[in-house]
C-alpha cells in the first residue's frame, strides 16, 4: 500500500470530527424523557410524580389509593447523588426507586457507556437489588454477585446504588440508613506488574530476535490478558477516547498501563503489540500451527487481491468511529472478534464471525490480523511513526527468502529483488531477520525516510 498518508489524514478527520460533533450533540442532549419513563419502571404503583426537586435531588411518587393520595416512595437518579462514580467507560445513569421504607423497588437504566459483550447481563444484575434495603451493604462478591468479567462496572454500579439510597434515605425520608461502606482501593500492582513483564518479553523478543521469547510473550498475552482478564487495545479505547469518556486512574489503572505500553512500544520499536502481546493473534498463530500439524490445505489469493484485501481493516476503523461518533457510544466496536471470543458474550451472528475467523486462521496466518482489525490498522498506522524499523542494512543476495517467510505478507520485492518492507503491516516478528542467509535484515534506528 501506497496511501497511507491519505489514510493517516482521513483517520485525523474521521476521528477529530466524531469528537467535536459529539460535544455539540451533549450539549444539546436531554434525557428527560428517559427518566421519566425509568422512574414509572422503578415505582411502577405510583400513579403520580412530583418534579425532580430537593437536595439531594428526587422524585416523590404517589398513590390515589382508597380516594386519598398517598406516598409511594421516592426516585433518584445514582448520577444526580454520587457523580464521582464511573462505570468502566463514563456515567452509568440509573433510576433507584424507595418505598417508605427505604426498600428498593426497583434499578432501571437511563444511559451507560459499558461495552456491550462485557455488561450483557446487566438486566439481571440490577435484580438483585430489588426487595433490598439501603440500610444493607452491597459488597461485591459477598452480597452482591457482580457481572461475569465486568467487575469494573459491577462495582460502580453497587456503589452507586448504596451510596444513593442511603443519601436519599438520610436526607429525604429521615431515616437512619447508616454509612456507606469505604469504597476498597483496587490492589492493582500485580496486574500492572504483569502487563509490564508481557511488553518487556515482547520488547527483548524484537530487539533480540529471540522466537522462544517472542512465544512467550505471546502465550502470555493470550493467557493472561485473554482468558483471565479479557482485556486488551481495542477499538473500543479509540471510540471512547473520541468522545470523551476516558477512566480515572485510580479505578481502572491497567485501563492506562495498556494504552500507555501500546503506543509506547509502537512509536519506538514497531508494531510489538500485534506482533508478540496480542491475546487474539496469539490465539490465531496457535490455530495456524495446529492447521499446519494436520496438514490442512493453506488458503491463497492473487497478490493484487490481498493488497486490496487489506484496505478492508481501514474501513472497518472509519466505520466504526463514524458510528460510535454518531450514537455517542462504543457499541459499534463490538463487531472485534476478539472481544466476543474473550468476554464468552455473543448473539449468534457474533458467534458465527468468531467461527469463521477462526476457520480461516488455520487457512491463512492472521487472517483477522491481516484483512479486518481495526484495532491492527489503527496500530499499523502509528508503526509509521515508530523510531526503530526492519530495513536493509547490509548486503542482498535477492533471494526473497524474507518474503515467503513473513508471516503477515508485509515484505515485496523491488526491480532490483531487494526487500521492501510496509511498515504498517510488519508486526516484528523478526523471522525475516533471523531467516536472512546475508544477515542484512535489521531492527534498525531511523534517521530519515524516503517516501
Not at 201 to 226: K, P
Amino acid at each position: 500500500m501506497k496511501n497511507y498518508r491519505v489514510l493517516n489524514l482521513l483517520f485525523c478527520v474521521i476521528f477529530v470530527s466524531g469528537a467535536i460533533f459529539h460535544v455539540f450533540r451533549q450539549m444539546a442532549s436531554d434525557d428527560t424523557g428517559k427518566e421519566l419513563a425509568a422512574r414509572a419502571a422503578v415505582l411502577p404503583k405510583a400513579s403520580e410524580f412530583s418534579s425532580k426537586t430537593g437536595t439531594p435531588p428526587h422524585y416523590q411518587a404517589y398513590t390515589n389509593e382508597s380516594g386519598g393520595r398517598q406516598a409511594a416512595g421516592i426516585a433518584f437518579v445514582t448520577t444526580d447523588v454520587t457523580p464521582d462514580i464511573p462505570g468502566y467507560a463514563g456515567p452509568i445513569k440509573l433510576m433507584v426507586g424507595l418505598d417508605p421504607e427505604a426498600v428498593i423497588t426497583g434499578v432501571a437504566v437511563i444511559s451507560h457507556s459499558e461495552t456491550p459483550s462485557y455488561v450483557v447481563s446487566l438486566e439481571d444484575f440490577l435484580k438483585q437489588f430489588t426487595g433490598r434495603s439501603v440500610k444493607d451493604a452491597f459488597t461485591l462478591g459477598k452480597d452482591v454477585d457482580g457481572i461475569t468479567r465486568a467487575t469494573i462496572s459491577s462495582e460502580a454500579i453497587a456503589r452507586a446504588v448504596e451510596r444513593g439510597g442511603k443519601k436519599v434515605a438520610t436526607g429525604i425520608l429521615g431515616l437512619d440508613a447508616g454509612v456507606p461502606a469505604a469504597a476498597q482501593p483496587r490492589l492493582a500492582v500485580t496486574e500492572i506488574l504483569l502487563t509490564v513483564f508481557i511488553f518487556g518479553l515482547a520488547v527483548t523478543a524484537a530487539v533480540t530476535n529471540n522466537h522462544r521469547i517472542r512465544w512467550a510473550a505471546l502465550l502470555s498475552g493470550l493467557f493472561y490478558l485473554g482468558f483471565l482478564k479479557a482485556t486488551m487495545f481495542s477499538v473500543v479505547q479509540l471510540v471512547n477516547v473520541q468522545l470523551g469518556k476516558i477512566p480515572s486512574w485510580t479505578g481502572h489503572p491497567l485501563w492506562y498501563v495498556l494504552l500507555g505500553l501500546t503506543f509506547l512500544t509502537i512509536l519506538v520499536w514497531g508494531n510489538v503489540y500485534c506482533g508478540s502481546v496480542c491475546p487474539f493473534a496469539g490465539l490465531q498463530d496457535l490455530l495456524y500451527k495446529l492447521g499446519k500439524n494436520l496438514h490442512v490445505e493453506k488458503f491463497s489469493v492473487s497478490p493484487n487481491l490481498e493488497r486490496k484485501a487489506r484496505y478492508l481493516k481501514f474501513i472497518v476503523l472509519f466505520s466504526v468511529l463514524i458510528m460510535g461518533a454518531a450514537i455517542g457510544k462504543s457499541d459499534p466496536a463490538n463487531i472485534e472478534a476478539f472481544i466476543l471470543f474473550f468476554t464468552f458474550h455473543a448473539s449468534r451472528l457474533g458467534w458465527l464471525l468468531v467461527a469463521l475467523v477462526l476457520v480461516a486462521a488455520l487457512l491463512d496466518q492472521r487472517f483477522w490480523c491481516k484483512y479486518l482489525c481495526p484495532a491492527g490498522a489503527f496500530n499499523g498506522l502509528l508503526a509509521r511513526l515508530s523510531l526503530y524499523k526492519v530495513r536493509l542494512d547490509g548486503d542482498c543476495g535477492g533471494c526473497a527468502a524474507c518474503q515467503k517467510l513473513c508471516p503477515i505478507g508485509a515484505i515485496t520485492m523491488d526491480a532490483q529483488s531487494r526487500p521492501v518492507i510496509d511498515d504498517p503491516e510488519c508486526i516484528v516478528c523478526g523471522k525475516c531477520i533471523r531467516g536472512c542467509p546475508e544477515a542484512g535484515l535489521q531492527l534498525t534506528r531511523m534517521t530519515h525516510e524516503k517516501k
